[in-house]
């Protein structure tokens, strides 16, 4: 199975790691054309598309970049449309709320974000918006809030996490937040968040966030960082999101593209026994049954994106050195295992399985004895 890592010592992900069959995330937009989404320079009621309603207080709108009202620069990951929302003083906020079924037991949420304040100089006011799993309260929920450090100098904002902790007490804003990487953010400055979120143990677990012009990323685990419950847990799980813009004073600007809500595995495991060089055995468990699922092999762990084929988009827990998919197989019943003989150039590397399903899903990462 891995004989051709001994003398391959270079591989191109993008052609290599293309596995047959069709995979889509739970819910995803960026908020185009294609997404049954009309937008327009000055903006377009988000209400009553692709889903989206208004739950209260004034629209979120769906805008091209070209000439938009608010002089949002260009999202160089983005398409040509975006949705915004401005906070037009306390209780005017601008709200957009999408009913979707949560991937459970864990969940990956991801989407762009971009930040601006029009209002007076020194008279900014938090919060500038937020994210957040709906019902809140009432479910296993959290927001994910953005605000200024500093509201006398609104040139820079953070993004924390406005959870629980583990009795259930709500967090005070600016919420818990995962690093430094994750403050003094550039205003009209597009960055992908993203979050992991164990319903299980009702915690958030992981935060990314990527500076879309750089592409820069930065990785933080997060502990005791709960969901609406604590570690009692207890909340079912959510049915929806929403979008937000607000403050006490008109001025904050809130904008978001390309969302997406994708599986982030339910218990599904890589083991590999036996001795290298020499004969191994790659054992899974927890995948989906009567799917198609790849070997996946680098000599390094890391944080590669899958950039093509039917998983595209998907994050695994490898680097790229030796990246390369080893072969496709079955996952049976949801568990099994498969052996060869391998050679000294496998030894210590790494190994993932990829079951290409709807959505894709990833397994542990396994090391070669």
């Given at each position: 199975?891995?004989?051709?890592?001994a003398?391959r010592?270079?591989i191109?992900a993008?052609?290599v790691?293309?596995?047959?069959?069709?995979?889509f995330?739970?819910y995803d937009t960026?908020?185009?054309?294609?997404d049954?989404?009309?937008?327009?320079p000055g903006?377009?009621a988000l209400?009553?598309?692709?889903?989206?309603f208004l739950?209260?207080?004034?629209?979120y709108?769906?805008?091209?970049?070209?000439?938009?009202?608010?002089?949002f620069?260009?999202?160089p990951q983005?398409?040509?449309?975006f949705?915004?929302?401005?906070g037009?003083a306390s209780?005017?906020?601008s709200r957009a709320?999408?009913?979707?079924?949560?991937?459970?037991?864990?969940?990956i949420?991801?989407y762009d974000?971009?930040?601006q304040?029009i209002?007076?100089?020194?008279l900014?006011s938090?919060?500038?918006?937020?994210?957040s799993?709906q019902?809140?309260p009432g479910s296993?929920?959290?927001l994910?809030l953005?605000?200024?450090?500093?509201?006398l100098d609104?040139t820079?904002?953070?993004?924390?996490?406005?959870?629980y902790?583990?009795?259930?007490?709500?967090?005070?804003?600016?919420?818990?937040?995962p690093?430094?990487e994750?403050?003094?953010?550039?205003?009209?400055?597009?960055?992908?968040l993203?979050t992991?979120?164990?319903?299980t143990?009702?915690q958030i677990?992981?935060?990314?966030i990527?500076d879309?012009?750089?592409?820069?990323?930065?990785?933080?685990?997060l502990?005791g960082?709960?969901?609406e419950g604590?570690?009692?847990?207890?909340?079912?799980?959510?049915t929806a999101f929403?979008?937000?813009s607000?403050?006490?004073?008109?001025?904050?600007?809130?904008?978001?593209?390309?969302?997406?809500?994708?599986?982030?595995?339910g218990?599904y495991?890589?083991?590999?026994?036996?001795?290298?060089?020499?004969?191994?055995?790659?054992n899974?468990?927890?995948?989906?049954?009567?799917?198609?699922?790849?070997i996946v092999?680098?000599?390094?762990?890391?944080?590669?994106?899958?950039n093509s084929?039917?998983?595209?988009?998907?994050q695994?827990?490898?680097?790229?050195?030796?990246l390369?998919?080893v072969?496709?197989?079955g996952t049976?019943?949801?568990?099994?295992s498969?052996?060869?003989?391998?050679?000294?150039?496998a030894?210590?590397g790494f190994?993932?399985?990829v079951?290409?399903?709807?959505?894709?899903?990833?397994s542990?990462v396994?090391q070669?004895?």
């Open positions: 199975m891995f004989q051709r890592l003398f010592s270079a191109c993008t052609s790691l293309t596995l047959v069959g069709a995979a995330a739970q960026g908020f185009e054309t294609s049954g989404i009309s937008a327009s903006g377009t209400t009553g598309q692709d889903g989206f739950p209260s207080g004034i629209d709108w769906a805008m091209t970049y070209a000439g938009n009202a608010f002089g620069s260009q999202n983005g398409g040509s449309q949705a915004v929302g401005q037009m209780p005017d906020f709320q999408r009913v979707i079924t949560w991937p459970a037991p864990r969940a949420m991801e974000v971009a930040c304040y209002g007076l100089p020194g900014a938090n919060n500038i918006g937020s994210f799993l019902p809140y296993a929920s959290a994910h953005f605000t200024f450090a500093n509201v609104p820079s904002w953070q993004a924390g996490y406005l959870g902790d583990a009795n259930g007490v709500a967090m005070v804003a600016p919420g818990a937040i690093g430094p994750w403050e003094n953010l550039s205003m009209n400055h597009w960055y992908r993203e992991k979120v164990d319903f143990t009702n677990t992981e935060a990314s990527t879309l012009t750089t592409n820069i990323t930065a990785t933080a685990s502990t960082v709960y969901l604590g570690a009692g847990g207890g909340r079912p799980v959510p929403r979008i937000f607000g403050g006490s004073l008109e001025g904050n600007v809130l904008a978001f593209d390309n969302m997406e809500f994708r599986s982030g595995g218990g495991t890589c083991d590999i026994t036996g001795q290298c060089p020499g004969n191994i055995t790659v899974w468990s927890g995948a989906q049954p009567s799917k198609t699922q790849g092999f680098a000599s390094n762990t890391g944080s590669f994106r899958l084929g039917a998983c595209a988009g998907t695994l827990g490898l680097g790229t050195r030796n390369q998919l072969r496709t197989l049976g019943n949801g568990s099994g498969i052996g060869r003989a391998i050679n000294s150039g030894c210590g190994v993932q399985l079951t290409v399903a709807s959505p894709c899903e990833t542990s396994g070669i004895p």
